[in-house]
């Protein structure tokens, strides 16, 4: 079962009750989880998004061609427009970009 990213149900727990305390704090009208299963029996759903999962290959076409054909057009559009990839291990740098007040 995939879910938010804690690694028992305690963990989960505990995330998610972060995650709605920074929202109520925040004054968001929303808050989204992404799950491929459903996690809470009568939450709400909407089936607006697609997941596309594979292996990454070597070869950078490969990878290109193995994603669906409208989505891949999305992806050559934001390449095109100067979007990129960083890698970093620091979570902090991400928290910081949702909370600068970190």
């Known amino acids: 079962m995939e879910a938010v990213a804690g690694a028992d149900a305690e963990a989960r727990l505990a995330l998610e ?19 491929l299963q459903m996690q809470h029996e009568g939450w709400p759903r909407q089936d607006l998004y ?21 989505q891949r057009a999305m992806v050559r559009k934001g390449m095109k427009a100067g979007l990129s990839l ?13 909370r600068p007040t970190m």
């Not at 009750?17 to 992404?34: F, H, K």
């Not at 697609?50 to 490969?62: G, P, Q, S």
């Open 50 to 70: 697609v997941t596309f999962r594979k292996a990454i290959e070597v070869d950078d076409e490969a990878n290109m061609l193995a994603i669906p054909r409208k």
């Open 17 to 35: 009750g972060y995650a709605e305390g920074l929202a109520r704090e925040l004054g968001v009208d929303l808050l989204e989880y992404r799950n």
């Open 86 to 98: 960083t890698l970093d291990d620091d979570v902090g740098r991400f928290l910081r970009r949702l």
